[in-house]
């Protein structure tokens, strides 16, 4: 960290020893599994800056638009719809819910078999660590698993301004009707907040940002199609992680200027990852900050991660927003369109989800699938099963895993790994 942050930590009311402990690990694990690629694009010098400032510069930039009247809200799903928190001005950012943190004290609150996510979410709260929730003006909870559901119930009492949306289960136009009037409600809730009434103009700017930050995603996925891959799934993970933290118009930008290196890269034959490494395609739960150590077994094991079927991935940001509708009621109903082709395990039945990473693993020439799924996350697990034995059935070679956010089955998963590399290769 460059500057002094202490003060603004401090008034934020966080932990400042904890939280100290928690940036030495996160800069460490960062190190070692970042800095030590090689070939990585010179693009990627900003996304470490990104990372090094991620409680420092970037919640700076929070706090000082708070101080001119800019709200922040805080989200934990992919189904919180940043066009509308755009178009009133505020800025969306994803909940730290990467890391063990606090298990003790989470444990006291939610059974020791809920997923790895929803306990980071407690656990950076109840260890007063997470910057981001601290300066939320609201945070949104969504009804997707069951226990994130009912574990809003609890958060509800450890913060002031949970705000929870219902998400339907069906793909059903009950469902759709579900959806559409929740984000109306949310619309209401988000004008609310920021005093400021969202019309048709500013709907649509809302939407041009956020698809322009999906393009630059878009784009980048395209490009990591070439063999040998431009850059590794780590660092590709990386810019997808942030996608959830930065201020979107400067991470357009970076993304494209990343693109534009990596297009060299392409005509020149060269690559990131030696040519003719066996291509993964990781399926399953979402990866947020700092959860690298799959792909990290993965791409140490000789293999390079060429796509992400996930919410910090290709689940989350394919499919733009139709703006061209030339009323508020046409632009809401394109959101509600876009955001209800999310193929979340939550829906049953879900075979979109099905046909999604099979296309993907044509698409990236993927010669073998590794679905992840969180220990206790019964919509993927349960989901694990019928994927793998439809991809296997269609001849691509699939590998369940089932791991949490401990190292402790880092050797297990990596004898797992390297023996399906040696099948896929
Ligand atoms: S749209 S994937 S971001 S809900 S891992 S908490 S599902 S028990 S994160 Fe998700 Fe939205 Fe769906 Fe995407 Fe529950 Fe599973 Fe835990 Fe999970």
Redesign the pocket.
């Known amino acids: 960290m460059t500057a002094n942050y202490e003060p603004m930590w401090k008034d934020l009311g966080l932990d400042l020893a904890a939280h100290d402990m928690l940036l030495q690990v996160l800069g460490k694990g960062y190190q070692d599994i970042f800095l030590t690629q090689e070939s990585r694009p010179q693009g990627m010098d900003y996304f470490n800056f990104v990372l090094s400032e991620v409680h420092g510069l970037r919640i700076k930039e929070l706090v000082d638009g708070k101080k001119e009247g800019k709200k922040v809200i805080g989200s934990f ?3 919180v719809p940043e066009e509308i928190v755009r178009a009133a001005d505020a800025t969306l950012v994803g909940l730290c819910t990467g890391a063990d943190f606090a298990t003790e004290e989470v444990e006291k609150l939610l059974p020791r078999n809920t ?1 790895s ?2 306990k980071s979410a407690f656990g950076f709260k109840l260890g007063k660590v997470c910057p981001y929730i601290e300066s939320a003006d609201m945070i949104v909870g969504e009804n ?2 069951d ?2 559901k009912k574990s809003y119930e609890t958060l509800g009492e450890l913060v002031p301004n949970l705000y929870v949306m219902d998400i339907p289960q069906m793909k059903s136009p009950e469902g759709r009707s579900l959806l559409k009037a929740e984000y109306a409600k949310f619309k209401q809730q988000v004008e609310q907040l920021t005093g400021i009434t969202i019309d048709t103009a500013r709907l649509k700017k809302g939407i041009e940002i956020v698809n322009n930050k999906r393009r630059a995603i878009h784009r980048l996925s395209q490009l990591r199609k070439a063999d040998p891959a431009p850059i590794s799934g780590l660092d590709a993970l990386l810019v997808n992680q942030v996608f959830f933290y930065d201020d979107p118009i400067r991470f357009t930008d970076s993304v494209n200027k990343i693109c534009d290196e990596l297009e060299e890269r392409i005509k020149a034959g060269t690559g990131a990852i030696p040519k003719g490494s066996p291509r993964i395609l990781l399926s399953g ?2 990866m947020a900050v700092p959860n690298w150590k799959l792909p990290w077994i993965i791409e140490t094991s000789g293999a390079v991660i060429v796509g992400e079927e996930s ?1 910090v991935g290709e689940r989350g940001t394919r499919n733009l927003t139709d703006d061209s509708g030339s009323t508020l009621d046409q632009l809401m109903d394109a959101i509600v369109d876009r955001y209800f082709q ?1 193929d ?1 395990a ?1 829906f049953t039945p879900n075979p979109d989800r099905l046909g999604h990473v099979k296309e993907m693993t044509a698409e990236y020439n993927a010669k073998g699938v590794i679905h992840y799924g ?1 220990q ?5 697990q349960m989901e694990a099963m019928p994927v793998e034995s439809a991809l296997e059935n269609a001849g691509i070679p699939t590998l369940r895993i089932d791991t949490d956010y401990s190292m402790e089955d880092v050797e297990q998963l990596k004898t797992r790994v390297e023996a399906f590399i040696e099948r896929i290769s």
């Not at 206790?376 to 993927?380: D, L």
């Open positions: 799903c992919v189904f997923c996510l929803i997707t698993c226990g994130k739960c979402p919410c999310v979340c939550i969180l206790f996350c019964q919509p993927y």
